[in-house]
Nanobody, 124 residues
Framework: QVQLVESGGGLVQTGGSLKLSCVAS????????VAWFRQAPRKEREFVAA????????EYADSVKGRFAISREDAKKTAVLEMNSLKPEDTALYYC?????????????????WGPGTQVTVSS
């Protein structure tokens, strides 16, 4: 079973940028769609962005469109979430997830493999 580990979280001021990485344990990663979800305190986990197994399709939550960009580099077993113009409401624990590509990307139940998360905190 592929394992995922996120990194790159931290504390940043409003308007700043962060780059999150998700590294997989093996090359089966290249067969999976990959997504980022986030969960803020006392809120449900929500979809942020996803990329199809071949990188040909990306989807974003309306709240992050134009600010976040997802990409993947399968040779490095890595997916990246670049986050710009960060806002305090982006503060959350960010999770990387991977699963077989069904064409539905914003549903957390489509993903079988999850990382432990990396914390992003945006100060006002």
């Amino acid at each position: 079973q592929v394992q995922l580990v996120e990194s790159g979280g931290g504390l940043v001021q409003t308007g700043g940028s962060l780059k999150l990485s998700c590294v997989a344990s093996d090359h089966t990663f290249s067969n999976f769609a990959v997504a980022w979800f986030r969960q803020a305190p006392r809120k449900e986990r929500e979809f942020v962005a996803a990329i199809s197994w071949n990188g040909g399709r990306t989807e974003y939550a309306d709240s992050v469109k134009g600010r976040f960009a997802i990409s993947r580099e399968d040779a490095k077993k890595t997916a990246v979430l670049e986050m710009n113009s960060l806002k305090p409401e982006d503060t959350a624990l960010y999770y990387c997830a991977a699963g077989l590509d069904s064409g539905t990307y914003d549903d957390q139940y489509e993903y079988d493999h999850w990382g432990p998360g990396t914390q992003v905190t945006v100060s006002s």
